[in-house]
T-cell receptor, first 114, second 109 residues
Framework: DGGITQSPKYLFRKEGQNVTLSCEQN?????MYWYRQDPGQGLRLIYY???????QKGDIAEGYSVSREKKESFPLTVTSAQKNPTAFYLC?????????????FGPGTRLTVL | GQNIDQPTEMTATEGAIVQINCTYQ??????LFWYQQHAGEAPTFLSY??LDGLEEKGRFSSFLSRSKGYSYLLLKELQMKDSASYLC??????????WGAGTKLIIKP
């Protein structure tokens, strides 16, 4: 079955630690995205990638980093510089970027900083 | 600035019809998406409108008026499983999605 997987589903982190969230897709999509979802707010774009070895900052990139070494994978690292990292993180992919292609989402990772 | 407005919460009765409204202001416009999100789960795609008018897809329909910056999602024959948040997102001139905060729909028996 084609789809997007994210792991882990729940993640706990101590303040001052970096943590990496995994996102894998087997849909053969070129574009991948990371969003953050907080209660009472719309999804906010952290980073996106239109093609392997290329990525762009979204609206709230500070304190986050990404890599896109393979088409299937787009991991997100939440660094200790992120002031308020507790949130629900969603990864998405679409056939292409820069077009009206539908974005499909993974199941999400809920990160809690203790 | 860019903005999406939709009601925070709505309540409806099983078997009834409900209309969830969304107004948007974006820099350019490349279409309007509706997603359904059950609590703690991923958003799932429901509909996409780029031309004015009504698009029907089973029990769900979506309407767009570009001149008014307005869309609605119409859910008919409501079922308990329709209890979820419904997210409205407008695509701007850079093909980026601008998201509303979502409308939590509560279905009562």
């Amino acid at each position: 079955d084609g789809g997007i997987t994210q792991s882990p589903k729940y993640l706990f982190r101590k303040e001052g630690q970096n943590v990496t969230l995994s996102c894998e897709q087997n849909l053969n999509h070129d574009a991948m995205y990371w969003y953050r979802q907080d209660p009472g707010q719309g999804l906010r774009l952290i980073y996106y990638s239109q093609i392997v070895n290329d990525f762009q900052k979204g609206d709230i990139a500070e304190g986050y980093s990404v890599s896109r070494e393979k088409k299937e994978s787009f991991p997100l690292t939440v660094t200790s510089a992120q002031k308020n990292p507790t949130a629900f993180y969603l990864c998405a992919s679409s056939t292409t970027s820069g077009h009206t292609d539908t974005q499909y989402f993974g199941p999400g990772t809920r990160l809690t900083v203790l | 600035g860019q903005n999406i407005d939709q009601p925070t919460e709505m309540t409806a009765t099983e078997g009834a019809i409900v209309q969830i409204n969304c107004t948007y202001q974006t820099s350019g416009f490349n279409g309007l998406f509706w997603y359904q999100q059950h609590a703690g789960e991923a958003p799932t795609f429901l509909s996409y409108n780029v031309l004015d008018g009504l698009e029907e897809k089973g029990r769900f329909s979506s309407f767009l008026s570009r001149s008014k910056g307005y869309s609605y999602l119409l859910l008919k024959e409501l079922q308990m499983k329709d209890s979820a948040s419904y997210l409205c997102a407008a695509m701007d001139s850079n093909y980026q999605l601008i998201w509303g905060a979502g409308t939590k729909l509560i279905i009562k028996p």
